[in-house]
């Protein structure tokens, strides 16, 4: 299995607070994702990084923001969290030859609940 | 507007009844159309890669071929083991990289 651990797995929190959820690999893959699954929706791109300190949205990124200093570390950052963030949020990776992006290999999910 | 879809949204066959999930698409210059399968509480699996109109690839009781607008993951006598999420995705043009983009899945569940 990839080396890729996401923390918290779990995580309840009230509307209005900030909240850092993380990434962590060991593959040493150029490219990081963050995803959101929500039922009727199915998997959507948060923001994705292509390298370190190298950043970019994705399909619903308003409200969420990332930082990226090391290959190993992407941090996904709720500003203030709301109801409609409730989801399961996903990190994933792949390695990437240039701007080519194959198979991504996930993490287990975080659960987070915005109460 | 979706770029991938897949039906049906739900599935339930008795073990061994063969069948087809399918996946269509709408993006140009197509790099690459992915299947994934995730089971509950999990973080989805990579099944297959398929790059152009052709190309067929195998996994135990799982087949998936490739059209210029669709993907097929037939399933071949299947067991309640094969009862999970099915995912299709392509590779999206976004700036200058190529993003992975997900349909909204194939729930499969095999009776026995």
């Known amino acids: 299995d990839a080396g890729i651990t996401q923390s918290p797995r779990h995580k309840v929190t009230e509307t209005g607070t900030p909240v850092t959820l993380r990434c962590h690999q060991t593959e040493n893959h150029r490219y990081m994702y963050w995803y959101r699954q929500d039922p009727g929706h199915g998997l959507r791109l948060i923001h994705y990084?292509?390298?370190?300190?190298?950043?970019d949205k994705g399909e619903v990124s308003d409200g969420y923001s990332v930082s990226r200093s090391k290959t190993e570390d992407f941090l996904l950052t709720l500003e203030s969290a709301t109801s409609s963030q409730t989801s399961v949020y996903f990190c994933?990776?792949?390695?990437?030859?240039?701007?080519?992006?194959?198979?991504?290999?996930f993490g287990s999910g975080t659960q987070l609940s915005v109460l | 507007e979706d770029q991938v879809t897949q039906s049906p949204e739900a599935l339930r066959l008795q073990e061994g009844e063969s069948s087809s999930l399918n996946c269509s698409y709408t993006v140009s210059g197509l790099r690459g159309l992915f299947w994934y399968r995730q089971d509950p509480g999990k973080g989805p699996e990579f099944l297959f890669t398929?790059?152009?109109a052709g190309e067929e690839k195998e996994k135990e009781r799982l087949k998936a071929t490739l059209t210029k607008k669709e993907s097929f993951l037939h399933i071949t006598a299947p067991k309640p083991e094969d009862s999970a999420t099915y995912l299709c995705?392509?590779?999206?043009?976004?700036?200058?990289?190529?993003?992975?983009?997900f349909g909204r899945g194939t729930s499969l569940i095999v009776h026995p």
């Open positions: 398929l790059y152009s």
């Open positions: 995705a392509v590779q999206v043009s976004s700036g200058g990289s190529y993003i992975p983009t």
């Open positions: 994933a990776i792949s390695d990437g030859q240039g701007a080519l992006s194959e198979k991504l290999f």
């Open positions: 990084s292509y390298g370190v300190k190298d950043t």
